[in-house]
């Protein structure tokens, strides 16, 4: 379970970017967190792996408070939370199974990394992950030559190399096209329940986390002002998020 308690981020004094943000998540759950732009999205993932320092709360997962840890804990909690990036964050001259293998990245010494050295054990499971991502006939080609929705299929299965209890998404089909953004929105679904794990995504398309999601967080100005199964989220709850105005456009 990954449990958030009271979070609260001000980068500038009187201006929070985030207020008291407080909701729990069970594995085998997906997650989708939505709202306008520069409502703290982004700053609620980057909070989640401490990739930034927040002011104040508590970050627990099964139990483990993420905050409280120290340097080395920390760089240990972090193999249990994978990331999936909006522009992939692939090394574009390697090929597809080198950029999973650096999932394991976290799991080894600064030289093995800088060598590449992986077990072979390693290299069987990045091909059973690149089969399970629909991947396996392009394993040694080149990520420069993929298109975004193969990029971003690399992507999901260089997190699960980590055996994450956690992967976190930022805006992960933004710069797809549809039918690639409803195949890796239906990959992530299936991929939180057959490994059991825990996926937020924050999201613009508000159609595919209804469709897709298990739970939806709404956030605005910073505050939770939404958290609910997905099949509640109502036009009047978006018009509370976005504006009346924008209701249509945004379910669609």
């Not at 590449?116 to 990520?143: H, I, N, P």
């Not at 794990?197 to 910073?222: M, P, S, T, V, Y």
């Amino acid at each position: 379970m990954l449990e958030v308690k009271n979070l609260a981020k001000s980068y500038q004094k009187d201006k929070p970017a985030l207020t008291d943000i407080s909701f729990k998540v069970d594995s085998g759950k997906f997650v989708a967190i939505i709202g306008p732009s520069g409502a703290g999205k982004t700053t609620i993932l980057r909070s989640l792996n401490q990739l930034i320092k927040d002011d104040d709360g508590q970050i627990l997962l099964d139990g483990e408070d993420i905050r409280a840890a120290n340097k080395a804990e920390l760089r240990k909690l972090r193999r249990q939370i994978g990331m999936i990036f909006q522009n992939y964050n692939l090394v574009e001259r390697l090929t597809v199974i080198e950029n999973v293998l650096h999932g394991r990245l976290g799991y080894k010494s600064t030289i093995s990394g800088m060598i590449g050295r992986y077990t072979e054990e390693e290299k069987r499971e990045a091909l059973e992950l690149l089969d399970k991502v629909g991947l396996s006939e392009f394993a040694l080609q080149r990520c420069s030559e993929l298109s975004g929705g193969q990029k971003q299929r690399v992507g999901i299965a260089r997190a699960l190399i980590q055996h994450p209890k956690v992967i976190l998404c930022d805006e992960p089909i933004a710069s797809l096209d549809p039918a690639s953004a409803q195949n890796v929105m239906k990959l992530l679904k299936d991929l939180t329940v057959e490994f059991n794990i825990i996926c937020i995504a924050n999201l613009h398309q508000i159609g595919l986390a209804k469709e897709h999601a298990d739970q939806i967080i709404g956030i605005r100005k910073g505050q939770m002002v939404y958290n609910d199964v997905s099949e509640n989220l109502s036009e009047d709850a978006i018009a509370d998020l976005y504006g009346t105005a924008a209701v249509k456009e945004l379910v669609e």
